[in-house]
T-cell receptor, first 112, second 117 residues
Framework: RKEVEQDPGPFNVPEGATVAFNCTYSNSASQSFFWYRQDCRKEPKLLMSVYSSGNEDGRFTAQLNRASQYISLLIRDSKLSDSATYLCVVNRVSGGSYIPTFGRGTSLIVHP | NAGVTQTPKFQVLKTGQSMTLQCAQDMNHNSMYWYRQDPGMGLRLIYY???????DKGEVPNGYNVSRLNKREFSLRLESAAPSQTSVYFCASSEQLAGAVTGDTQYFGPGTRLTVL
């Protein structure tokens, strides 16, 4: 089993829809969690961190479920500009440093 | 403030040739990383440097070497390129305070698109 798994999609949704992605991780000692966004042929950029209590940033909500070892990303009122690949990142600690592991990404296509 | 810069942006090599990918950051970050990204594979960590003077292997280090030249610069060297190393290479940096166990944001360079024939 891969350390971090995501459904590759693509998720094809109309504008205004609500869409949710999950990401599961296998290492129970994982310390911190993030969602990144990557546009086609561009570098990944941080979308949001994922906190134990859950967090929201505008139309985006991220949640962490440590018991079931997954994180989620909810996008409300989807925009055309939300079309991208969403990468989850899980950090574990090794030798006093954190080591990131990326999921393969989930592709989102928002259409008119 | 340029963030993370990478050179070159594109490169074509023949099998067996060597080259060095350069990465520099101007954010005074402690940690730097090299990833490769292949279709359907996501980003895989090749090597990382938690702080100046240290380097460690990531998930896919075979065929690569790295040098943390100073706090700003982290280079990736392919000694004898192979077609399997055709990929997009990203460098990233993060602040990661010494001894901190909470992760923090990684900032990525624009990538180097490498083709090995």
């Amino acid at each position: 089993r891969k350390e971090v798994e995501q459904d590759p999609g693509p998720f094809n949704v109309p504008e205004g829809a609500t869409v949710a992605f999950n990401c599961t991780y296998s290492n129970s000692a994982s310390q911190s969690f993030f969602w990144y966004r990557q546009d086609c042929r561009k570098e990944p950029k941080l979308l949001m961190s994922v906190y134990s209590s859950g967090n929201e940033d505008g139309r985006f909500t991220a949640q962490l479920n440590r018991a079931s070892q997954y994180i989620s990303l909810l996008i409300r009122d989807s925009k055309l500009s939300d079309s991208a690949t969403y990468l989850c990142v899980v950090n574990r600690v090794s030798g006093g440093s954190y080591i990131p592991t990326f999921g393969r990404g989930t592709s989102l296509i928002v259409h008119p | 403030n340029a963030g993370v810069t990478q050179t070159p942006k594109f490169q074509v090599l023949k099998t067996g040739q060597s080259m060095t990918l350069q990465c520099a950051q101007d954010m005074n970050h402690n940690s730097m990383y090299w990833y490769r990204q292949d279709p359907g594979m996501g980003l895989r960590l090749i090597y990382y440097s938690a702080s100046e003077g240290t380097t460690d292997k990531g998930e896919v280090p075979n065929g690569y070497n790295v040098s943390r030249l100073n706090k700003r610069e982290f280079s990736l060297r392919l000694e004898s390129a192979a077609p399997s190393q055709t990929s997009v290479y990203f460098c990233a940096s993060s602040e990661q305070l010494a001894g901190a166990v909470t992760g923090d944001t990684q900032y990525f360079g624009p990538g180097t698109r490498l083709t090995v024939l």
